[in-house]
């Protein structure tokens, strides 16, 4: 099993350009959701799902989408990128609500 | 207002020593606290958990212990090698909110040699 894949690893961006962070896991997993890790701080939650056709909102929702068409895969969506978008983004994904979750190596954003 | 805190940003412990780390969280309905780990430039791994049933859980050099009175649990690691040399994130969640995790800002771990 590659468990959960992110890619890009890095990526630079200018403002007000928009991009598609790629998210899948191969542990067929209901939950999946998508972080942000600023310096010195803890995991935000951007978005989440429960299951293929369902999404929410987590802490820090603005200026992101995602869908979840299928079980695998999980996309985050920035749809005019800002400086303030500027942080390591990670994937991760559960199989129910009371198990660990295992996330991707990461994406390195940087907004210029 | 943050939920779940981990008040001590660095801890130093020598070799073979004990390692003590320690979150409090403020909403009584977490029911289940999660510990990861973090190497630079990767992603965080779990490391142990504990249901708000329990007041401790054990695997092999990790012990969690939780206080539910006083909202708080530690972690323990013994004992401390190079290698445990991460930062630790503390993370909770509660079954009434699909189980969504919230996690302190972490503590950054150095076993010296």
């Known amino acids: 099993n590659a468990g959960v894949t992110q890619t890009p690893k890095f990526q630079v961006l200018k403002t007000g350009q928009s991009m598609t962070l790629q998210c899948a896991q191969d542990m067929n997993h209901e939950y999946m959701s998508w972080y942000r890790q600023d310096p010195g701080m803890g995991l935000r939650l951007i978005h989440y799902?429960?299951?293929?056709?369902?999404?929410d909102q987590g802490e820090v929702p603005n200026g992101y989408n995602v869908s979840r068409s299928t079980t695998e895969d999980f996309p985050l969506r920035l749809l005019s990128a800002a400086p303030s978008q500027t942080s390591v983004y990670f994937c991760?994904?559960?199989?129910?609500?009371?198990?660990?979750?295992?996330f991707g190596p990461g994406t390195r954003l940087t907004v210029l | 207002d943050q939920q779940v805190k981990q008040n001590s940003p660095s801890l130093s412990v020598q070799e073979g020593r004990i390692s003590i780390l320690n979150c409090d969280y403020t909403n009584s309905m977490f029911d289940y606290f999660l510990w990861y780990k973090k190497y630079p430039a990767e992603g965080p791994t779990f490391l142990i958990s504990?249901?708000?049933?329990?007041d401790k859980n054990e695997d092999g050099r990790f012990t969690v212990f939780l206080n539910k009175s006083a909202k708080h649990l530690s972690l323990h690691i013994v004992p401390s090698q190079p290698g445990d040399s991460a930062v630790y994130f503390c993370?909770?969640?509660?079954?009434?909110?699909?189980?969504?995790?919230?996690f302190g800002d972490g503590t950054t771990l150095t076993v010296k040699p």
């Open positions: 993370a909770a969640s509660t079954n009434t909110n699909a189980g969504k995790s919230t």
């Open positions: 991760a994904s559960r199989r129910d609500t009371y198990n660990e979750q295992f």
């Open positions: 799902s429960v299951g293929a056709g369902i999404t």
């Open positions: 504990i249901s708000s049933i329990k």
